[in-house]
């Protein structure tokens, strides 16, 4: 098992991000050997951080729990004069962890964590400014558009637990402050931070909610892992943007129900927005998880096979009904049960109408892709991510049914207008 990637599931609120990703890149660099000896510049360029960033992490580092065991050594002038080796007991500690990533996740976490010249973060960019001597200029935070070390760090635990569309689900900021070593005010500035710089497509913050099973629904985070700085070898797949006339989700979804029973009606009409919220997010999963599956074409009914797992998996998201009562709303278990049909066939319908656009494009194979929808502002758009792309050579399709039915073709996703990507959900408004 890699310690590096050990270390991306390692809760501890002793070490700051810094610390962890030095001692993650260290693991990755020196993978089994034991102790080495080095200069400070070596070790510094070894680990792709600033001199000054590397001797303080290995202060705390050979401090706090003895993360890294520092040892004087005496090799001749010039010559190293310490030897750096990760301690017996963090190894027999991590050696346990069992962590699985798919492929282009790992792909990323070694981009993150590689020393590259161009990835290398400003020694300041998580810092005060250095004060500077004299009064010509008072001292001023330089922007970068560049990776900070804080934001490497967190982008690594993130894509760790992302799956292979950068999808982050269940990840709460309690777990993030663990794995990260930031407090709440950082860990948010750190998110705002990479999703003005497009990394981060979107992040839905967490809902305490008694109709949710678990009662908490965690924060989820939508990463762009072909984004320039997360590396170039990741598969990019494609995009598919449907752009149609469209009434508010919540009106469609208490109109079909009052067409099927009164109770669903009632039921939709009652929950909170931010309920709602929460449960068109999870229709979208339930939604990817029939497009990525073989099934019948458009218009024809799931296999009961796949329909019991479907309303399985939903079943497991919601709190069933105590009595008469299920969370704040008040319906029975009897027709709890419709609810959960219901669900199924919303994701269905839905499913049926994105699958029926996908199914014209030429190398679209049915069960033969994998999909995951990501969350967009605009009612009228949905916004598809797909492997492989539909449409060969081209990266980002963009079908529109007003004013008129066209198909717009891109060689990639950055080919967009930026007010479309933001329009589009695939990259968040910048703050302020």
């Known amino acids: 098992m890699l310690m590096h990637m050990a270390l991306l599931r390692h809760k501890t609120s002793t070490i700051g991000p810094e610390e962890r990703l030095f001692l993650a890149s260290f693991s990755m660099r020196f993978q089994d050997s034991e102790a080495v000896s080095l200069t400070v510049r070596e070790l510094s360029d070894s680990v792709g951080m600033p001199p000054r960033v590397v001797m303080r ?23 190293p004069s310490r030897s750096y080796e990760i301690s017996p007991e963090i190894r027999e500690r991590l050696k346990s962890s069992a962590v699985s990533c798919p492929s282009d996740c790992l792909q990323v976490i070694d981009h993150l964590l590689m020393p590259i010249t161009d990835l290398r973060s400003r020694e300041g960019c998580d810092e005060e400014a250095e004060k500077r001597i004299g009064y010509k200029q008072p001292p001023v935070r330089m922007k970068s558009d560049q990776l900070s070390l804080a934001n490497r760090w967190l982008l690594a635990v993130l894509v760790s637990h992302a799956n292979e569309f950068g999808v982050v689900d269940e990840l709460g900021m309690a777990d993030l402050r663990q794995l990260t070593g930031m407090t709440e005010f950082r860990l948010k500035a750190q998110v705002t931070r990479l999703m003005d710089m497009g990394v981060i497509r979107s992040y839905a913050p967490g809902l305490s909610r008694s109709l949710f099973t678990g009662v908490r629904v965690r924060s989820s985070y939508v990463l762009d892992l072909s984004h320039p ?37 009632d039921y939709f009409q009652r929950l909170s927005d931010a309920d709602f919220d929460v449960f068109w997010h999870r229709l979208d999963g339930y939604a990817s998880f029939l497009l990525s599956r073989p ?23 919601f709190q069933r009904p105590r009595g008469r009562v299920s969370g704040d709303l008040s319906i029975d278990e009897g027709h709890w049960l419709r609810v959960i049909e219901h669900f199924s066939f919303l994701a269905f319908e839905r499913a049926r109408r994105i699958q029926a656009v996908l199914m014209g494009m030429p190398d679209w194979k049915n069960g033969g892709v994998r999909i995951q929808l990501i969350p967009t502002l605009c009612p009228r758009i949905t916004a598809v991510l797909v492997k492989p792309s539909p449409v060969p050579r081209y990266g980002c399709v963009v079908v529109k049914y007003e004013p008129w039915n066209v198909c717009e073709l891109y060689e990639q996703e950055a080919d967009l207008e930026i007010d479309d990507r933001h329009r589009f959900g695939l990259q968040a408004l910048p703050k302020g």
């Open 229 to 265: 700085l997360l590396g170039t070898g990741v598969d990019r797949g494609g995009v598919v943007v449907i752009d149609e006339e469209t009434e508010a989700p919540r009106e469609v979804v208490i109109r079909v129900a009052g067409g099927v029973e009164p109770v669903l009606r």
């Open 295 to 317: 099934w019948k074409a458009p218009g024809r009914l799931l296999g009961a096979d796949l329909a019991a797992e479907l309303e399985a998996l939903i079943g497991n998201d």
């Open 57 to 79: 992490a290995v202060s705390r580092l050979a401090s706090a729990d003895s993360y890294l065991v520092v040892k004087k050594v005496s090799c001749g002038r010039g010559r």
